[in-house]
């Protein structure tokens, strides 16, 4: 794992640094209970993690990615555990761990997130029963329905659209943050993706919904996440942000609820199924959650490294053009022709794009995955030791994403990496999990590669683009991700300002 360390302290607001001191003295009247010696026979072979618990745990919440990297370096472990309050945390590294971590079916996903993630709005957090309709295996059937081929080729013209008014908001030529207009982009897209017309198509209650949400992340600091019931601003800032969410989506349900004639959208598809309204809530809010960073940063991410790789830039550009020629040869407006692509068109007929971003989440997403062990036993992890019931198990996609063992100069963008004469990916087992593996691969997987390729293919084949830095110069390299936030890859900004100069060509060819 390569990166350089993440001054996170030096960043961090006074604010922060006001709960955080708080948060490190409540901690504190813990500290001897939590730091108690006593370790049970069969947890000897795994590393234990030395010095002050307590920091080692506040290390885990404010610079996870880098704590976890050193930790490895330093002690030459493979797996080395650590406590977070009450809760044991095996940190782990290699094939083996990452065999069991997303194979086994004792460790759950959901409980793992629910409790070292803290990220997301959580309805519980305002006392709202969401009968069960957000939960996993519910929440992911839902999902499923939404995106079927039939329903990603109907919304697509919908997509595009919206595509086509917000990049049409950024003028005929100028420079614009991708990190914030194409995350709102997404936010767009995913808001038409899980609720209804009403919604989607009023773009005011779209940015206020975006603002409430971002008032949750912002509210989600490591002092909220590891003690929730302790009644810090930021707290009281992510509840707000949550009942400010609810009561909206709360007004559209009901009003699809009442109104004569159903609609194919989304929230009509859950009312159809019986769902209440609440349940219809966290879905919505679970499927922002889940889709919006993730998509909206490795878009992002694409286009930058485009940006700077002239030859893959123009391989996928042609790929778009020979589209647009097949299916949509009559001359029109961007958007609606790129709406003509049918969606199976998009999925089997862009290689060099797929190849540009399978490259691209390789080197994005390298968060740090989370499982609770929920089964009766522990559950080996290799021969060294054993995950203990109730304990976390925790493993960085870094690890193998920026191995170069597997990957050859791993930080290097090269998408000629998956051809068939390197197939660097089949190196080791499990070697590319940047959409999950195993028990739980990513269930949005084709509605985010749809999104990105859209968002991609109108920036291609609609604006000549150039990468910059803050102060409009050109850029010959990306400045390195910041991987240090809580989520898989979080918002994996650029350390350094990195903006987009792009104009506008070619919208009616
Ligand atoms: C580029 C975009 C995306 C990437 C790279 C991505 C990546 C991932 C990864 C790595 C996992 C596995 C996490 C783990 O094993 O701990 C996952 C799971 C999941 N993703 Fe995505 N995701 C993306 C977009 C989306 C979108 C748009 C949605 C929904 C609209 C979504 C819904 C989910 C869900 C529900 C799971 C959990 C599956 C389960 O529990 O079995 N993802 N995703």
């Known amino acids: 794992m390569s990166s350089p360390t993440h001054p996170y302290f ?105 409790v070292l993630l803290g990220g997301g709005p959580k309805l519980e957090e305002i006392h709202i029963d969401t009968g069960g309709l957000d939960k996993e295996a519910h929440f992911i059937r839902q999902l499923r329905t939404l995106t079927t081929p039939e329903r990603l080729q109907d919304v697509f013209p919908s997509l595009l659209s919206d595509i086509d008014r917000h990049i049409g908001a950024w003028g005929a030529e100028g420079s614009i943050d991708p990190f914030t207009e194409i995350y709102k982009l997404v936010f767009q897209l995913t808001v038409r993706m899980a609720t209804c017309r009403e919604l989607a198509d009023d773009r005011a209650a779209v940015a206020r919904l975006c603002g409430l949400y971002d008032a949750l992340e912002a509210g989600t600091t490591p002092a909220a996440v ?28 009901e009003r699809r609820r009442a109104a004569p004639v159903p609609s194919r959208d989304p929230i009509d598809v859950l009312l159809a199924s019986g769902a209440p309204t609440e349940g219809i809530i966290g879905f919505v809010l679970g499927t922002i959650f889940a889709g919006v960073l993730n998509t909206g940063v490795n878009a992002c991410w694409a286009l930058l490294h485009l940006g700077l790789a002239p030859a893959w830039k123009a391989r996928a550009t042609a790929e778009i053009h020979a589209l647009l020629a097949t299916y949509a040869p009559a001359a029109g407006p961007l958007h609606a022709r790129l709406a003509a692509i049918p969606v199976r068109a998009w999925e089997a007929e862009t290689p060099a794009t797929d190849a540009a971003l399978r490259e691209t989440l390789r080197l994005v997403m390298g968060g740090v995955a989370l499982r609770r062990n929920v089964g009766a036993r522990a559950v080996a992890v290799g021969e060294r030791g054993a995950v203990g019931r109730g304990e976390f198990l925790v493993y960085p996609l870094a690890d193998v994403h920026l191995d170069p063992a597997v990957y050859a100069a791993p930080a290097r963008f090269d998408p000629g990496r998956y051809d068939a004469g390197r197939a660097e990916d089949t190196r080791v087992p499990l070697a590319y999990v940047a959409w999950g593996a195993g028990r739980h691969p990513c269930t949005g997987m084709r509605l985010a590669k749809l999104e990105m390729k859209a968002v991609l293919a109108f920036v291609l084949a609609g604006c000549e683009y150039a990468v910059v830095d803050g102060a409009g110069r050109a850029l010959d390299a990306l400045p390195a991700i910041d991987r240090n936030d809580l989520h898989l890859a979080g918002k994996a900004r650029p350390m350094e300002p990195c903006r987009i100069q792009f104009k506008r060509v070619g919208d009616s060819e």
């Open 226 to 253: 590891l003690l929730p019931w302790f009644p810090s601003p930021a707290r009281a800032a992510r509840e707000a942000a949550t009942a400010g969410m609810y009561t909206m989506l709360h007004a559209y349900v």
């Open 10 to 114: 030096s960043q961090t607001t006074l604010a922060t640094a006001l709960i955080s001191a708080t948060a490190v003295g409540v901690m504190s009247a813990s500290y001897l209970y939590f730091n108690r010696p006593a370790l049970k026979s069969r947890d000897k072979e795994i590393h234990e993690l030395g010095g002050v618990p307590l920091l080692n745990a506040w290390a885990f919440f404010t610079r996870r990615y880098d704590f976890l990297r050193e930790t490895f370096q330093r002690t030459g472990e493979t797996l080395f555990r650590f406590r977070v309050l009450q809760h044991r945390v095996v940190a782990s590294s290699g094939v083996e761990a990452r065999t069991v971590f997303f194979n086994d079916k004792t460790l759950s996903l959901d409980e793992g997130y629910k």
